[in-house]
């Protein structure tokens, strides 16, 4: 059969086009376009190419947009663990504005977020130590944010970042329910059976 080359893809002259039944396969390995059933042999194998390429484009795009996300979300974690006390003051005289309190009160947010400032304040007073804890928790926030520098810049060449961060992320859930009960334990073994 005689052909035309043009470009990087081979051609048929017009008039002796071939039609195949069963798949070529490009040079990435990748099946030909299917058209009206029938595979297209030649320029199919192009544009299969240019898809995909614009397929793989995307999903970078989307998995940077959710690094961004991730990293946006330690950062904002890590920056509001330095300054605790003074963060729960501000959120409580937020709760204290005229029309969140009524929510706050019915819900018993506001009666938490007190408590908790009240825990805090209290440690930082008697314990001022236990503050270089939540300090190092900042810094690790901070440090894990960088480390998807990274795969922000080359998600495919770094995926295994990524796939620390999901494997973190999911670790997470069953550390805290075995932590919980732990917990439950210790309080049994201190103050006898609820």
Not at 4 to 19: D, L, R
Not at 44 to 64: I, K, M, S
Not at 68 to 81: E, K
Not at 100 to 129: C, H, K, M
């Amino acid at each position: 059969m005689a052909t035309a080359t043009t470009g990087a893809a081979t051609c048929p002259k017009p008039g002796q086009e071939e039609w195949g039944r069963e798949a070529e396969r490009s040079r990435s390995g990748r099946p030909a376009r299917r058209r009206g059933g029938l595979y297209w042999q030649g320029m199919g194998q192009v544009e299969t190419e240019r898809d995909t390429e614009g397929a793989e484009r995307r999903l970078v795009r989307r998995v940077r947009r959710w690094l961004v996300v991730m990293m946006v979300g330690l950062v904002l974690s890590g920056l509001t663990a330095f300054a605790l006390e003074r963060e729960l003051r501000w959120l409580l005289g937020a709760l204290r504005w005229a029309p969140v309190w009524p929510i706050a009160q019915s819900t018993g947010l506001s009666a938490w977020i007190e408590r908790v400032s009240e825990g805090v304040a209290d440690a930082n007073a008697r314990y001022p130590f236990l503050a270089y804890g939540t300090d190092w928790l900042a810094f690790a926030h901070l440090a894990i944010a960088a480390l998807f520098i990274g795969p922000f810049l080359g998600p495919v060449r770094n995926k295994w970042v990524i796939s620390f961060g999901l494997i973190a992320c999911a670790g997470a859930i069953p550390l805290l329910m075995c932590r919980r009960s732990i917990a439950a334990i210790e309080r049994q073994r201190q103050y006898g059976p609820v």
